[in-house]
């Protein structure tokens, strides 16, 4: 008994001990010595070598081989929007403005209107600067007015690197659009106008110009893309006194330097000028997303008068004449309130009598706003830019009733 189990136990250290001699000599994997790829990843290395070699070989270079590989890729990076950029790019232009304005010298003691007309005047040189575009291939831009307020010299850079003189041909503060005309002795590449009743908000659009000034580092223009945010934005007189009627919101980034600028849908057509920005700061001019154009129909109306006259023809006739209501009148004339204003007078062969006109006559509405006094009616017509040939859409109330008729405003008669 003693014997069998000294023979069992020998028997199983020296299994013990060639199992373990089989492990130490056994052909297992090995840790790679520094420096040397193991088998598995060296062979995939080589495949890669063998598929990366294989691009520029067959004599082909790399950038033929990149552009055979890339084929597909490179066609799906030009859209609608490339496409549009390159329509308008040659057409947009940087503007560089010279202002001379007088200083009257800031009095602690004096600082005030009357006292101020006694201090002595100096001039001083502004710089500033602003984008534009051309609509024609002799040479006429198209910007905003605040750009070129009060300019002494005004220069236009081209895409091509060209510095050009400009002349004010024609300005308007009013809808704040101004228009330039350079002389570069050959046909110029210009900008298509669009429709700008028909923008769709949502829809793409591109702002390109001179923001801070880069148009002046490699004379291209910059661009931002954005959507129609909305439209119609009606902020009457709100800013620097200019009346700013049915503006096209976007968010495409502009900042200072942008003024002037088109903004483009994707078809290539300019739709609006850009014009001014809600800011987190007026110091920077800074972008927010709060973007605003002058719709480029607009800008149409003016530009046959600028270009012909120098300024926008306002003046027109109506043949009417009207005075504010007071109680007495309203409750003569069966009104509930003192709302309206009163036809006093209205001359023969005049527009408004022919639009039926008559004395006596409470004027209610004009153009869909009531009016109060007649101080709305010119409210109506400066704000909505009229002039010869527009119309006025006027509520009336006579005897009782109330009746809609439309004067057409028309120039004054000669003599």
């Known amino acids: 008994m003693t014997r069998t189990r000294s023979g069992a136990m020998l028997w199983v250290v020296a299994i013990l001990v060639a199992f373990a001699a089989g492990r130490m000599t056994s052909p297992g994997p090995r840790r790679a010595a520094e420096g040397e790829v193991p088998e598995a990843r060296q062979a995939g290395a080589q495949v890669a070598k063998t598929d990366t070699a294989s691009l520029w070989t067959e004599g ?7 552009s055979a590989l890339g084929a597909d890729v490179a066609s799906s990076r030009r859209n609608a929007i490339t496409e549009a950029v390159a329509k308008v790019s040659p057409a947009v232009v940087g503007i560089n403005v010279t202002q001379i304005r007088e200083v009257t010298p800031w009095n602690p003691f004096f600082d005030d209107p009357f006292f101020r007309q006694f201090l002595p005047r100096y001039q001083q040189v502004v710089k500033s600067l602003g984008s534009g575009f051309l609509i024609s291939k002799d040479g006429y831009i198209v910007t905003n007015e605040h750009v070129v307020h009060q300019a002494s010299e005004v220069v236009v850079t081209l895409v091509t690197g060209e510095h050009h003189k400009a002349r004010l041909i024609g300005a308007d503060y009013t809808t704040d659009v101004a228009l330039l005309k350079i002389d570069a002795n ?19 659009v591109v702002a390109l110009g ?32 200019r ?3 049915d503006m096209i919101q976007t968010d495409a980034a502009v900042n200072s ?3 002037g600028g088109p903004l483009v849908n994707i078809l290539g057509e300019v739709i609006g000028v850009n014009t001014w920005i809600i800011s987190a700061s007026e110091n920077t001019g800074a972008n927010i997303g709060l973007n605003f154009a002058i719709p480029i129909n607009r800008v149409k109306r003016v530009l046959n008068d600028l270009r012909r006259y120098g300024q926008v023809n306002r003046s027109f006739w109506t043949g009417l004449e009207v005075e504010n209501i007071n109680p007495a009148i309203a409750r003569y004339l069966g009104l509930r309130t ?37 101080d709305d009616i ?19 109330y006579r005897d009782g009733s109330t009746l809609r008729t439309r004067l057409r405003l028309e120039a004054p008669p000669e003599g």
């Open 60 to 66: 082909r270079s790399p950038q033929e081989s990149r």
């Open 186 to 204: 050959r046909e110029l590449p210009y900008a298509r106008l669009g429709d700008s009743d028909d923008v769709i908000i949502g829809e793409w």
């Open 210 to 241: 001179n923001p801070f000034g880069l148009f002046e580092i490699n004379a291209q223009p910059i661009v931002t893309v954005g959507v129609v945010s909305a439209v119609n934005q009606d902020f009457g007189r709100q800013v620097s006194d």
């Open 243 to 245: 009346v700013y009627q």
């Open 257 to 259: 330097g942008n003024s």
């Open 338 to 374: 003192s709302r309206g204003v009163i036809v006093a007078d209205v001359k023969k062969n005049s527009p408004a009598e022919r639009a039926g006109i008559r004395p006596g006559d409470v004027i209610l509405k004009v153009n869909g706003r009531s009016i109060s006094t007649t």
């Open 378 to 396: 010119w409210a109506v017509i400066e704000d909505e830019d009229l002039k010869p040939g527009d119309s006025l859409e006027l509520e009336i």
